[in-house]
Each structure stands twice: as structure tokens, then as C-alpha cells.
């Protein structure tokens, strides 16, 4: 078993998860031993079941956050998403146990590990919390820049901005982190730059790879912001499916050709073309 993890002088107040997580643990081995269906499962088998549940969660997390006040059948519903993906995570950890390889608590002691190394704002090197008065608070830049700065020094092979950003995300998504780690967000005038002053459906096309962080500094592993005013977020949904209209009576199809411009992209700007 791995590493220590954060003492829980300032844990977050109600019940402690253990006993339900041990039990969920125990049930899941039990069925991998005696349900014929759950023993013929493997990892290959479970990615199919790992994006749909995915998504199922990523839609009810998306209801929570756009009701004003979420009725108790959707915080049931996000409940029971939650649930569903936890199950996901320990099955995959339960097919390693039974290799003597990890086993989910060895998965939860790295991750608790690795937030306390990247946070050395909040924690000290062996994961007590720091005192209040021990410093000036951090600002937000400062956190972001130490959490890639921390993850570069964790990942000294990766030689791209791009390395790490998973080839099979949906399309769009694709070309929205291949956009950020390229150093195209929101920040330091990256809306100008883009062509997108004025009102979103008359931006131009960008046509080039753009200002490029050798570093990678920003990515999609650490803290985030979503400032981004309703009107824009709506504007900007309007031109997408304008585009994927023209696509589709252009008889193009749009992941396809989103994907193939990315892939240009970011050959372009890491120098292989």
C-alpha cells in the first residue's frame, strides 16, 4: 500500500466514507467471483460502459448547475450518476487487485499524494495543512502556475504542449485544449488574437498555429475558471451549430473534419510540418 495521506485536522464535516467505501469494495470483488456476467468483464470490455456513464454524469452534473434550484430528483439523479462512475473506478482497480498490481486505496494514496505535492499552498511536504498566517494568501495565477509547474517536473518525458491531451476526446473538445495548452485562452487579449472581436458568428478563420508555450503551461489537469458571460456561452453555442448545420447540408462530417484540422493544427505548431 502507498503513502500517507492528509490528516483530517480540517476534514470536511458529516459522515467518513470509509465503512461504505470498504463495503462497495468488498461487493465488487464478491460479484467478480460469483456473477458470471461482472467476471467476464475486463478493461477493454468496460470503456464502452466508462463514456456512457461519463456522460450520464456530465448530464446530470449540467442539470444541478442550470436550475436555479435543483428539485431533489436531480440531486437524487447526480447521486446516483456519481455513483455509477465510482462503480467504474473500483472495477478497474478490483481487475488490478486480483494481479496483485494496486487496488483502489493504493489509487486513493496516489491521488491524495499528488493534489498535497500541488498544492504546496494549502499543504506542507508531508501533507499537514499549512497555518493561515504562515504566508500571504496565493493569488490565483500563482496557483495555477505552481500546479503545471509541479506537473512538469512530475512528467520531465513529455516534449509537446500536446502530450497528454487524450486523442479520443469528442472533437471539440479536442480543439478547445489543443487550443489552451497552444496558449490560445481566454487570458492576455487570446479572444483578439483569435479573429473573435465583434460578435461571434462573423469570426474569421485562424489561420495559423498561433503563440505557442513550450511548456505547456496551461492544460486541463489543474484549476480552472469559467467567467465567461451566459450571452457569449450562448452566442458562441448559436455559431457552433450554424457550422455543424452547414456541415451536415454540405454532406461533411463535422467531428470528422474538426478532428483532421486539429490534428494539422497541432502539427503545425510543434514544428513537424
Same mark, same amino acid.
Given at each position: 500500500m502507498?503513502?500517507?495521506?492528509?490528516?483530517?485536522?480540517?476534514?470536511?464535516?458529516?459522515a467518513?466514507?470509509?465503512?461504505?467505501?470498504?463495503?462497495?469494495?468488498?461487493?465488487?470483488?464478491?460479484?467478480?467471483r460469483?456473477?458470471?456476467?461482472?467476471a467476464a468483464?475486463?478493461?477493454?470490455?468496460?470503456?464502452?460502459?466508462?463514456?456512457?456513464?461519463?456522460?450520464e454524469l456530465?448530464?446530470?452534473?449540467?442539470?444541478?448547475?442550470?436550475?436555479?434550484?435543483?428539485?431533489?430528483?436531480? &440531486?437524487?439523479?447526480l447521486?446516483?450518476e456519481?455513483?455509477?462512475v465510482?462503480?467504474q473506478?473500483? &472495477? #478497474?482497480?478490483q481487475?488490478q487487485a486480483?494481479?496483485?498490481v494496486?487496488?483502489?486505496?493504493?489509487?486513493?494514496?496516489? $491521488?491524495?499524494?499528488? $493534489?498535497?505535492r500541488?498544492?504546496?499552498?494549502?499543504?506542507?511536504?508531508?501533507?499537514?495543512?499549512?497555518? +493561515?498566517s504562515?504566508?500571504?494568501a496565493?493569488?490565483?495565477?500563482?496557483?495555477?502556475?505552481?500546479w503545471?509547474?509541479?506537473?512538469?517536473?512530475?512528467? @520531465?518525458?513529455?516534449?509537446?504542449?500536446?502530450d497528454? +491531451?487524450?486523442? #479520443?476526446?469528442?472533437?471539440?473538445?479536442l480543439?478547445?485544449?489543443t487550443?489552451k495548452?497552444a496558449g490560445?485562452g481566454?487570458?492576455d487579449?487570446?479572444?483578439?488574437n483569435?479573429?473573435?472581436?465583434?460578435p +461571434?458568428?462573423?469570426?474569421? @478563420?485562424?489561420n495559423?498555429?498561433?503563440?505557442?508555450?513550450?511548456?505547456?503551461? +496551461?492544460?486541463?489537469?489543474g @484549476?480552472?475558471?469559467d467567467?465567461?458571460?451566459?450571452?457569449?456561452?450562448a452566442?458562441?453555442?448559436?455559431?457552433? &451549430?450554424? &457550422?455543424?448545420? /452547414?456541415a451536415? #447540408? $454540405?454532406?461533411?462530417?463535422?467531428e470528422?473534419a474538426?478532428?483532421?484540422?486539429?490534428?494539422?493544427?497541432?502539427? /503545425?505548431?510543434?514544428?513537424n510540418?
Open positions: 502507498t503513502g500517507a495521506g492528509v490528516p483530517p485536522s480540517d476534514a470536511v464535516p458529516g467518513s466514507p470509509g465503512a461504505a467505501v470498504d463495503r462497495l469494495v468488498e461487493v465488487v470483488a464478491l460479484l467478480r460469483h456473477c458470471p456476467w461482472t468483464l475486463g478493461h477493454a470490455s468496460l470503456l464502452e460502459y466508462l463514456v456512457e456513464e461519463t456522460y456530465y448530464e446530470a452534473v449540467d442539470d444541478v448547475t442550470r436550475a436555479e434550484r435543483p428539485s431533489p430528483e436531480l &440531486l437524487d439523479e447521486r446516483g456519481l455513483g455509477d465510482l462503480f473506478v473500483v &472495477l #478497474h482497480a481487475l486480483e494481479k496483485e494496486f487496488d483502489l486505496a493504493d489509487v486513493a494514496a496516489g $491521488l491524495t499524494e499528488k $493534489l498535497v500541488r498544492n504546496p499552498h494549502v499543504f506542507s511536504p508531508d501533507g499537514n495543512l499549512l497555518p +493561515i504562515s504566508g500571504s496565493a493569488s490565483t495565477d500563482e496557483i495555477v502556475e505552481t503545471h509547474a509541479v506537473k512538469r517536473r512530475e512528467k @520531465p518525458l513529455r516534449s509537446s504542449p500536446f497528454g +491531451i487524450p486523442r #479520443h476526446l469528442p472533437a471539440l473538445a480543439a478547445a485544449k487550443l495548452r490560445e481566454a487570458a487579449g487570446a479572444i483578439e483569435a479573429g473573435l472581436t465583434g +461571434i458568428n462573423n469570426a474569421g @478563420p485562424m495559423s498555429a498561433g503563440p505557442m508555450n513550450s511548456a505547456g503551461r +496551461i492544460d486541463d489537469a @484549476p480552472a475558471h467567467s465567461r458571460p451566459a450571452d457569449d456561452e452566442a458562441l453555442g448559436e455559431a457552433l &451549430l450554424d &457550422l455543424t448545420r /452547414r451536415v #447540408h $454540405l454532406g461533411i462530417d463535422p470528422r474538426l478532428r483532421r484540422a486539429v490534428t494539422d493544427y497541432q502539427d /503545425r505548431a510543434a514544428g510540418t
